[in-house]
């Protein structure tokens, strides 16, 4: 009997640690935050900052002054920043940085990039919490500085920070996209600009754009390139598209659905205008900015934010000054579908907090991600680009009304084109919209941009592009962004791996039957020992 009993403690102890294991099949939970009572300002604290700058000194010296000047008004919390010139490196740092947790303290970075990060335990701080609370929160009573409340931050732009149902980022800048166009170049070739860009007549235009002299020169600029269209980030192209057309992208829950006839009727149509000459993209041919500042380019779509190198008098023009070609610049929203239903991406990067072991080092964190809230920081930065604070109360605040009036007045600071893509975003914010945020959105979005990206190069290449080529894209694309093994999120935010694996369900079954075998022999033991007594 002693040994049918360390048997039955060994099969006990198989079914608790297949348990703990099984219970792992699913994503980590982040465990709300408590908000100490009182920040202990007796204590020093040394925060480490992660950002991204376009090597835009500008940018650099705000960040900078940001910091003196938070440090001024707590002097027992040292900010050290460090600067990147990719969101991509970041992310890849701070993967790394999870499994030796060595993670910074706030880091600038995109919701996408944090559903990765939360599959860690307890990697990102649910912000919740922090922004409720009526002495540190948002607005709150206890800070040296003015913090903007929770319903000042833009609706839509604070959408985007909200991941399974809990808040573990704020947005820090927001923009969009816009279509940078040559104005000389569209009316020369007969046309006058519509109130709203249609995709229908951005593609006419463009391959009438392609026509060409005897001399094999273009007509419209009788040079030897001409890229009537160029699409700088060719995923939000795609992601934009089937907004455009309440086609399938995916859902909140990570359902994948871009594959679909109205994504393959797209590729094609891509496909035909690249035929033609017509379209091509950043990755294939470089920055939009630099063919249209060239005359070699009719319609450039990029963020609001790369509106300092678009234009003949641009502040940050990256050609040389003999081939700058003098024109007339229009900014307008990106091409639509249904022009009374306009639709276009909000983005831009937003801040988030990684846990630490020191609640009172988190709630230095979280002070210095408020201040970057603030007006003084927000104005600045959104002025050295195309793109918009996140707050009304800056928005409306006298400085930012000012600055957005002066519009035109010089080239760098108020330079127009820059101030009307800001000015694009302000006035339709409401037709923005973000895409879901799940663990793996990310690697979709990549694929989004990498279809055309395929198929703008496999047509360059005279390789044929049919539904079997759309079909085998498909495949391919599963395959390279394993989209294949997103998993979909249950209703109540955890994640739903669908059914345990076979072998788990083996095991789990045979651990069963040998439990009944086991009761069996125990009280067939127990009856026969009666019966003897009997």
């Keep these: 009997m002693k040994t049918l009993m360390r048997i039955c403690r060994l099969l006990l102890l198989s079914v608790l640690c297949l348990a703990a294991l099984t219970g792992c099949h699913g994503k980590q939970e982040q465990a709300a935050f408590t908000v100490p009572e009182e920040f202990d300002t007796s204590r020093n604290y040394e925060i480490t900052f992660w950002a991204k700058n376009d090597t835009n000194i500008t940018q650099t010296d705000i960040y900078k002054q940001a910091i003196a000047d938070f440090q001024e008004l707590y002097p027992n919390i040292t900010v050290n920043l460090r600067l990147y010139t990719d969101y991509g490196k970041i992310y890849n740092d701070v993967i790394t940085n999870i499994s030796t947790n060595t993670t910074p303290n706030v880091c600038i970075t995109y919701p996408d990039h944090i559903a990765t990060y939360l599959t860690g335990d307890n990697v990102v701080v649910p912000l919740d919490g922090l922004f409720a609370d009526k002495t540190y929160g948002l607005g709150g009573s206890g800070l040296l500085f003015e913090s903007p409340s929770q319903e000042e931050i833009i609706p839509q732009f604070l959408e985007e920070c909200m991941i399974g149902g809990h808040y573990y980022a704020v947005p820090y800048?927001?923009?969009?996209?816009?279509?940078?166009?040559?104005?000389?170049?569209?009316?020369?070739?007969?046309?006058?600009?519509?109130?709203?860009?249609?995709?229908?007549?951005?593609?006419?235009?463009?391959?009438?754009?392609?026509?060409?002299?005897?001399?094999?020169?273009?007509?419209?600029?009788?040079?030897?390139?001409?890229?009537?269209?160029?699409?700088?980030?060719?995923?939000?192209?795609?992601?934009?598209?089937?907004?455009?057309?309440?086609a399938g992208y995916s859902t909140d829950s990570g359902e994948i659905q871009i594959f679909n006839d109205t994504t393959r009727a797209l590729l094609l149509e891509i496909a035909g205008h690249v035929e033609k000459g017509a379209f091509s993209t950043f990755k294939i041919s470089s920055y939009p900015a630099n063919f249209l500042n060239a005359g070699q380019c009719v319609f450039a779509i990029d963020s609001t934010a790369g509106a300092t190198w678009m234009g003949s008098d641009a502040p940050l023009i990256d050609?040389?000054?003999?081939?700058?070609?003098?024109?007339?610049?229009?900014?307008?929203?990106?091409?639509?579908?249904?022009?009374?239903?306009?639709?276009?991406?909000?983005?831009?990067?937003?801040?988030?907090?990684?846990?630490?072991?020191?609640?009172?080092?988190?709630?230095?964190?979280?002070?210095?991600?408020?201040?970057?809230?603030?007006?003084?920081?927000?104005?600045?930065?959104?002025?050295?680009?195309?793109?918009?604070?996140?707050?009304?109360?800056?928005?409306?605040?006298?400085?930012?009304?000012?600055?957005?009036?002066?519009?035109?007045?010089?080239?760098?600071?108020?330079?127009?084109?820059?101030?009307?893509?800001?000015?694009?975003?302000?006035?339709?914010?409401?037709?923005?919209?973000?895409?879901?945020?799940?663990?793996?959105?990310?690697?979709?979005?990549?694929?989004?941009?990498?279809?055309?990206e395929d198929v703008t190069k496999s047509v360059r290449r005279k390789e044929t592009v049919d539904?079997?080529?759309?079909?085998?894209?498909?495949?391919?694309?599963?395959?390279?962004?394993?989209?294949?093994?997103?998993?979909?999120?249950?209703?109540?935010?955890?994640?739903?791996?669908?059914?345990?694996?076979?072998?788990?369900?083996?095991?789990?079954?045979?651990?069963?039957?040998?439990?009944?075998?086991?009761?069996?022999?125990?009280?067939?033991?127990?009856?026969?020992?009666?019966?003897?007594?009997?």
């Design 173 to 246: 800048m927001r923009s969009t996209e816009s279509c940078y166009i040559n104005k000389d170049y569209v009316e020369a070739l007969g046309y006058t600009l519509p109130e709203t860009l249609t995709w229908d007549f951005i593609w006419e235009v463009s391959d009438a754009a392609t026509a060409k002299n005897p001399d094999g020169t273009y007509q419209l600029n009788n040079q030897e390139v001409m890229i009537p269209f160029i699409y700088k980030s060719t995923d939000n192209m795609m992601i934009q598209m089937l907004r455009q057309k309440n």
């Design 319 to 452: 050609i040389a000054e003999e081939a700058l070609v003098d024109f007339n610049i229009e900014v307008m929203e990106i091409p639509q579908y249904d022009p009374e239903n306009p639709q276009m991406i909000s983005q831009g990067p937003s801040i988030c907090i990684f846990n630490k072991e020191d609640p009172q080092e988190v709630l230095a964190s979280w002070l210095f991600t408020q201040y970057l809230l603030t007006n003084d920081v927000q104005i600045a930065y959104s002025q050295t680009e195309g793109y918009v604070p996140v707050t009304s109360r800056a928005q409306e605040s006298a400085e930012y009304q000012d600055y957005l009036s002066r519009s035109g007045e010089d080239n760098d600071l108020y330079y127009d084109v820059k101030i009307k893509a800001s000015q694009l975003l302000l006035d339709h914010a409401e037709d923005t919209f973000v895409t879901p945020v799940f663990n793996g959105s990310t690697s979709l979005r990549d694929a989004a941009g990498q279809m055309i």
């Design 467 to 534: 539904d079997a080529y759309i079909d085998a894209l498909f495949t391919d694309v599963t395959a390279l962004y394993h989209l294949n093994e997103i998993t979909v999120s249950s209703a109540g935010g955890k994640t739903d791996l669908g059914p345990l694996p076979a072998t788990a369900k083996a095991l789990l079954g045979g651990l069963i039957a040998v439990w009944v075998l086991m009761i069996l022999y125990v009280l067939a033991g127990k009856m026969k020992k009666t019966g003897k007594n009997h």
